[in-house]
């Protein structure tokens, strides 16, 4: 393979990185934009019972995992029984994917969405050891 081939494989890649940095600046920009602007993260599709669904944005996406991290450490109640449930291994797996997608996300966030997610998971990580301990201990 000479040179010549190579080259437009590195311009598709410088190419492809363009486009993915303009996308990434399209969508900081959108998340700003006003609720019920013309972005399509404010465009209301409906959730459950008619409510507006939220914007799909990175810190939706953090949120969820979140949620579902505290759910599992009994710090948000069942909605079916409203009793706190404790399961350490799903917590420690949400944590774990948090890891995931900080590891798969590095270099590509926004200061502030770095410092989100550093903090969510310093928080998360804090709280799993303090109730793996209390549960330990009981």
């Known amino acids: 393979m000479s040179d010549t081939d190579d080259t437009p494989k590195i311009q598709i890649d410088s190419d492809w990185k363009a486009q993915a940095q303009a996308e990434k600046e399209k969508l900081a920009a959108a ?3 006003e609720p019920g602007g013309d972005s399509p ?4 599709f409906g ?3 008619g409510e507006a669904l939220p914007p ?3 810190e939706t996406l953090l949120s969820s995992f979140v949620t579902q991290a505290l759910f599992a450490m ?5 909605p079916q029984t409203g009793q706190p449930a404790l399961h350490l ?3 420690r797996y949400q944590i774990d994917m948090l890891g995931v997608l900080e590891e798969k996300t590095k270099g590509n966030l926004t200061e ?9 998971m310093y928080e998360l990580r804090t709280r799993y050891v303090q109730v793996a301990n209390a549960q330990r201990g009981a």
């Open 89 to 91: 291994d799903l917590a």
């Open 56 to 58: 799909a944005n990175f």
């Open 31 to 33: 998340s700003k934009a």
């Open 47 to 49: 959730g459950p019972g």
């Open 41 to 44: 993260e404010n465009t209301d």
């Open 74 to 78: 009994g710090a948000i109640p069942d």
């Open 112 to 120: 502030d969405e770095e410092k989100m997610l550093a903090g969510t």
